[in-house]
């Protein structure tokens, strides 16, 4: 009898957990299902974007001379760059929506024509800190990179998340730096 009752009990346990796993595996599927959902609306809703004319009308626009954001921002550690920076002013809000990118990130080719690479997202972290204590910004299941100040841009300390939904990068979808981004046309 007790080996019978040792038996019945490691087949419960073995259930409990293959049950625990398969619930758990569905769980990520259906985060990681709804977070490529977002990335597909995302590519949407800034693909007219690769219009510079189209960005500008929408209120983006290259930061002012001056602003060290203003020119190709390149790797000061190693290879790739992140490109030019046209910002929205009116989406700098601790809102986040993957539709709305603060940023878009354009690259030039080999003759020095933009095109669309990136979108970043950024918050302040002044802002976001004071709205969600102790919770860091996401989205598409990623979490934002702080930049504390002072920093190279002169700007105040900022959460900021690149996604390079237009461009591959061997580095990530989500890595700040693009290797096969040059701010130097005909590179």
């Not at 990623?142 to 690149?162: C, D, G, K, S």
């Amino acid at each position: 009898m007790h080996r019978r009752s040792t038996r019945l009990l490691a087949a419960t346990v073995a259930a409990l957990l293959l049950g625990t796993v398969a619930v758990g595996a569905a769980s990520a599927h259906g985060r990681h299902h709804h977070h490529r959902h977002d990335l597909h609306r995302a590519a949407a809703a800034t693909a007219k974007f690769h219009s510079l004319a189209r960005a500008s009308k929408a209120g983006y626009g290259p930061f002012p001379e001056g602003v060290p954001l203003h020119g190709c921002i390149s790797n000061l550690s190693g290879p790739g760059a992140m490109g030019y920076h046209w910002l929205n002013p009116d989406l700098l809000t601790t809102k986040l929506d993957p539709t709305k990118p603060q940023v878009l990130v354009y690259a030039p080719d080999r003759h020095g024509h933009l095109h669309l690479v990136a979108l970043e997202f950024v918050v302040f972290k002044d802002a976001w800190d004071a709205e969600h204590p102790g919770r860091m910004p996401r989205l598409f299941g990623q979490e934002f990179m702080e930049t504390p100040a002072p920093n190279r841009y002169e700007i105040p300390a900022f959460y900021a998340l690149h996604v390079w939904l237009f461009k591959y990068n061997p580095a990530g979808l989500f890595a700040p730096f693009n290797p096969r981004v040059s701010c130097n046309p005909g590179a």
